[in-house]
Each structure stands twice: as C-alpha cells, then as structure tokens.
C-alpha cells in the first residue's frame, strides 16, 4: 500500500514543471504569474491529497495545464454580467432597473476619462455647484423652483425628512406605510432621518379631519406617499393633493410628496396607463418631490428632489448631502438623459426605458415567432417551445396593476419529474454565457422577450444550452 502510495506521489510534477509547460507560459503572460503560481499550487495540493485516498487518479500535465486554464477563467469573470432580462419586468430592481439610453453611455465615458467642471464655475473661475449641472433640466421638467440630486430616492427621502422634520412630526396616511422591497419601509426611514412618524387615518381610507386634527406645535411636514407597489380597491378613501397642500399652506408645513418612480412625461401620450408626474405633484401644490432617477426616468440610480428654492437651499446645506452625494459619472448620464426628455417625438425611441414599455404586441409576437424553431432545436428531446400571450410589468413600483400585453414563449420538460426538470430547464438556462432570466409558472419556463433587444445574440447561444 504505502509503495503504490510512493510510486503514485512521485509522478506528481513539481510546480516549476507545470509552470514552464508552454499553455501555462501562455497563461502567466495573460493573469500575471502570482494568480497562476497560486491556482497550480492549488492545484498539486489536490493532487497530492487524491494520492493519499486509494482512489486518487494521476491527471497528466496537459490535463493539469487545461485545468489550470479552466480555474483562471472562472476566477478572473467579472462576478457582474450581462443578462438577458426576459422576466417581463422591465424596470427590475434586481437585474439593475432601467438601461440608459447610448448618448447618456457616451457622455458617461467621457466623464469618466477626462477632468470635467464638476464643481467648477467655468465663467468666474471659482467653485461651482454639482447639482447645477442638471437643475435647470429639472427645473423645466417638473415646473419647481429647484432640483437636488443624491444617491437614490431612499436617500432622497430619508435627507428632507432628516433636514426639515428632524425631532418633530410628521403626518402620513396609514394607507401609506409601504415597504417597497429589499427592507425599504417608509416607517423606517422616517425613523432614522430623526423624526416622529405620525400615522393618521385607517388602512383603506383617510380623511383631510384626520391630518387637521393630527396638527399641533410638534408638526413639521404633511407627507404623501405614492403607493407604488399595491392598489386598494373598495371603500376606500384618500385625501386629493390640493387639499393636503392648502391644509399645509394654512399651518405654513411643507407639503412633502414621494412619488417612487415619478415619470416626467405624461406615458398616456404613448399609449402607457397613467402614472403620476412630478410636475403634476408640483401643480397640486407639493412644497417638495421626491422621486427615482432609474426606474420610469430611464436614468442613472439617483433620487431627485424638487420644489420650493428656500427648502432646497436648506437640504443642500444639511451635513448629510455630502455623504448622499452622486459622482460625476451619475450627473453625466442624468444630464445627458434629461436632455433627451426635450424632444418627446424622439424620446420613444432613444430612451431604452420607454422603448421597451412602447413594444407593440404585434412586434414582440413577430419576434417570438422568429426565434421559436431555433429554440425549439436546442430543446431538441427534452422540452417543448410553444408562444404565449402573456403581461409583462413596468416593475419597480410603477402601475401595480396594470399590465402591459405582450408575447412569450413557454418552454414545458417532456418526460415525469417535471417539477425537478423545469427547475433544471431555469438553471440551464441562467448557465448559458449570456445568462437568460425568466420565470416558472404553472411547471414551465416562461420568457417574456418584450426587453429582447439583441435577438442574434439570444439566438447564437442557444447552441451552447446544456441539457441533461
Ligand atoms: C422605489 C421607491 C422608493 C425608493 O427609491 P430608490 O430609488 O429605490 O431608493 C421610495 N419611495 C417610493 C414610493 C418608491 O416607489
């Protein structure tokens, strides 16, 4: 036992052996020697050890050179991919939410590579103001005063309550207590940001009484939220805009609004159900907005304020703008996105956002069609491809409830188990190079291809689908 233990030992290459075979050379001239120094050493130490186990096979050095490469490969992937969003969710948070448009990822790639004016006043030659760059877009958009940018919404909220209601109340409608996901709660940011939640009303219905007599000398702000995610239906009741506004204005209290996704455009004018708009907020006499820069925007993750001059000078004077901040790289995406917002004719079509949101059903049925015989080749024996009607979403809390028509295609195992097999039908097809995100319902995978863009690409590595 030992002997054959010896014997199998020594035929083990040493490390330098392995480094200097012509593919590892390759390899240190591509990662750099320390990372391939380490993975073979890794490497021979498993080797070893398989030894010391009867069952332990020798693999030659070619096969530990190809090993090797394998390793690296894996270890080197950026952990962050591209994707392939067929969930039908087009704003979805977790595959990073809205897609900028190309003039935004051009500007964003000049900012990055060169010095730009980021706070620097070009005309006198003195400091300037970051959120400059983009207030006046903002400022025409919403119909405000002035506009603020920090790091998302979350951030935006969280900084007005903390600069304007820090130690003091603020009242909010039972009904709008929302936790948005990923641990967003209304309730708990009001809480860090330092001031008193004051819950007036019942779930389904709240009325202008209930926030009058809420008011007392420890009031500082009424604040509407927009139900973003959910919809009650029934009896219920809440309190208009300009009627929280003029109940604000009679107790001088800043009328506070967060509208989650906060689109700039009226979407009715694309044919898209009605989503309320920082400007109209403005309109019903909001003091202040808050809304998202990457969800129905179709921007860089940001959260902008706007309103009244006085309490935006206030906010960007709080200590914590700083630590909110957004970079250059966010200002120039926004920047370039906002000017896109000028021409609404165009906007359809550049901005990816509303691009997707626009797909005639007709369009997407074309497409599924286009690609199912592909599809159904690489499934060859082990599934069946058929298109469906189905919805897909807005997504990050836009229009809970409506849904937009458009065309997928159902992908059902063949054979028993089928509840194991579609599971392994999902994974197979998040291993694909491009990974494809879609959902299981009923026992079949289902792509929405309403967000698919670069049908060639989908189409080229469906050759590459490893079914078991
Ligand atoms: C999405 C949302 C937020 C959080 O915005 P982020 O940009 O994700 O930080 C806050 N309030 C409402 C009403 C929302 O819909």
Redesign the pocket.
């Known amino acids: 036992m030992l002997k054959t233990d010896t014997v199998a030992r020594r035929a083990i290459p040493s490390v330098d052996r392995v480094l200097n075979r012509a593919a590892v050379v390759e390899l240190i001239a591509r990662y750099g020697r320390p990372l391939v120094v380490e993975t073979v050493r890794a490497l021979l130490e498993e080797e070893r050890a398989l030894h010391y186990t009867s069952t332990g096979v020798a693999h030659d050095e070619p096969a530990l050179a190809a090993e090797c490469a394998e390793r690296l490969r894996r270890a080197t992937a950026s952990s962050l991919k591209t994707v392939f969003n067929l969930t039908g969710t087009v704003l979805h948070t977790n595959l990073g939410r809205a897609l900028i448009a190309e003039s935004a990822a051009q500007a964003a790639l000049q900012a990055m590579t060169h010095a730009v004016n980021l706070e620097y006043d070009l005309d006198g030659g003195a400091r300037g103001e970051r959120d400059h760059h983009v207030a006046a877009w903002l400022k025409r958009l919403t119909g405000s005063e002035a506009a603020i940018v920090v790091n998302?919404?979350?951030?935006a909220?969280y900084l007005v309550l903390n600069t304007l209601a820090q130690r003091k109340e603020v009242i909010v409608s039972r009904g709008e207590l929302?936790e948005?996901g990923g641990a967003?709660r209304i309730p708990d940011i009001m809480a860090r940001s330092g001031c008193r939640l004051r819950e007036v009303g019942t779930t389904n219905r709240t009325h202008a009484s209930d926030f009058r007599d809420a008011i007392n000398a420890r009031t500082s702000a009424i604040m509407k939220?927009?139900a973003?995610n959910y919809s009650i239906e029934g009896f219920v009741a809440a309190v208009p805009e300009p009627e929280l506004a003029a109940l604000a204005r009679e107790h001088a209290l800043p009328f506070i609004v967060?509208?989650?996704?906060g689109t700039l455009v009226d979407l009715e004018r694309y044919g898209l159900p009605h989503e309320p708009t920082p400007r109209d907020a403005i309109a019903a006499g909001a003091d202040l907005v808050t809304f998202?820069g990457?969800?129905l925007l179709g921007g860089p993750?940001c959260?902008l304020i706007v309103g009244r001059a006085d309490l935006i000078a206030k906010i960007r004077k709080n200590p914590m703008k700083r630590a909110l901040r957004v970079d250059k790289l966010t200002l120039a995406v926004l920047d370039a996105t906002l000017r896109l917002y000028a021409d609404p004719d165009r906007l359809a079509q550049e901005l990816p956002t509303l691009r997707l949101l626009t797909r005639p059903r007709a369009d997407i049925e074309a497409q599924a069609q286009r690609v199912l015989p592909a599809l159904s080749a690489a499934l060859a024996a082990h599934a069946d491809a058929e298109t469906i009607a189905c919805a897909s979403q807005i997504g990050?809390?836009a229009l809970p409830v409506d849904a937009l028509p458009s065309c997928g295609i159902a992908i059902r195992p063949r054979g028993k188990r089928r509840g194991a097999l579609v599971d392994a039908l999902a994974t197979a097809f998040r291993t694909l190079p491009v990974p494809v995100i879609g959902r299981i319902k009923d026992g079949a995978f289902i792509i929405d291809l309403r967000c698919l863009e670069d049908e060639s690409r989908f189409v080229a590595q469906l050759a590459e689908l490893r079914l078991a």
């Open positions: 998302n919404n979350a951030a909220v929302i948005i967003f939220v927009h973003s967060d509208l989650g996704s998202s990457d969800k993750q959260g990050s809390g």
